[in-house]
């Protein structure tokens, strides 16, 4: 059981290159969100998604997008990367719920836009 | 909206001593509780939730926390801490009703000496 897989680990980009962090879990959960961790920022809610063909923006959507065709996968886009999205972004996914049941965490990708 | 401050940024403690984290929230309406610890480059995992009933709510690893409602406080404890309680501990909150996301606090960096 793998639980919560992102890729790639690390990357760096140049300002203005794209792509996408890679989202999947095999638990078969409903819910699945994106958040980013910045020093002395905590945990943002960037989006989220409450099943499949249904997304939502969090708390700082701007320059992201998702998509959510499957149950499993919930892949996050830089459409022209910038310095500010220097980050760690995190992938979480629960079932139905996270009141119902815990979020999981991926182990994070880490990002550096130049 | 929900929000979420945690008090201290960062707390040291010796090995063997109490060590509690403090959370406070803000809300218009009932919420959700949650505390998540993030062990260094890892993704975070759930120490424990306060959904309703009883305001004392025990977790893993020995940490409990109390739900006080007229201060609006969801403080952590744990009465003898050890080195492997070494890690950046969250505050979350979320609405009481449908799938609302959670919103976490700033963390709190605790780092225990031996």
């Known amino acids: 059981n793998a639980g919560v897989t992102q890729t790639p680990k690390f990357q760096v980009l140049k300002t203005g290159q794209s792509m996408t962090l890679q989202c999947a879990q095999d638990m078969n959960h409903e819910y699945m969100s994106w958040y980013r961790q910045d020093p002395g920022m905590g945990l943002r809610l960037i989006h989220y998604?409450?099943?499949?063909?249904?997304?939502d923006q969090g708390e700082v959507p701007n320059g992201y997008n998702v998509s959510r065709s499957t149950t499993e996968d919930f892949p996050l886009r830089l459409l022209s990367a910038a310095p500010s999205q220097t980050s760690v972004y995190f992938c979480?996914?629960?079932?139905?719920?996270?009141?119902?049941?815990?979020?999981?965490f991926g182990n994070g990708t880490r990002l550096t836009v130049t | 909206a929900q929000s979420v401050t945690q008090l201290d940024s960062q707390v040291p403690v010796f090995e063997e001593a109490p060590v509690e984290l403090r959370c406070n929230y803000s809300s218009s309406v009932s919420v959700y509780l949650f505390w998540y610890v993030q062990y260094p480059n890892q993704g975070l995992q759930l120490l424990l939730k306060?959904?309703?009933?009883?305001?004392l709510v025990k977790g893993i690893n020995g940490f409990e926390a109390e739900f006080n409602k007229s201060q609006t406080s969801f403080h952590l404890r744990k009465p003898s801490v050890h080195i492997s309680d070494t890690a950046e501990y969250f505050c979350?909150?979320?609405?009481?009703?449908?799938?609302?996301?959670?919103?976490f606090g700033k963390g709190t960096r605790l780092s225990v000496i031996a």
């Open positions: 306060y959904l309703s009933g009883s305001t």
């Open positions: 998604s409450v099943g499949a063909g249904i997304t």
């Open positions: 979350a909150v979320s609405r009481n009703s449908g799938n609302t996301p959670l919103v």
């Open positions: 979480a996914s629960s079932y139905r719920g996270h009141y119902n049941s815990p979020l999981h």
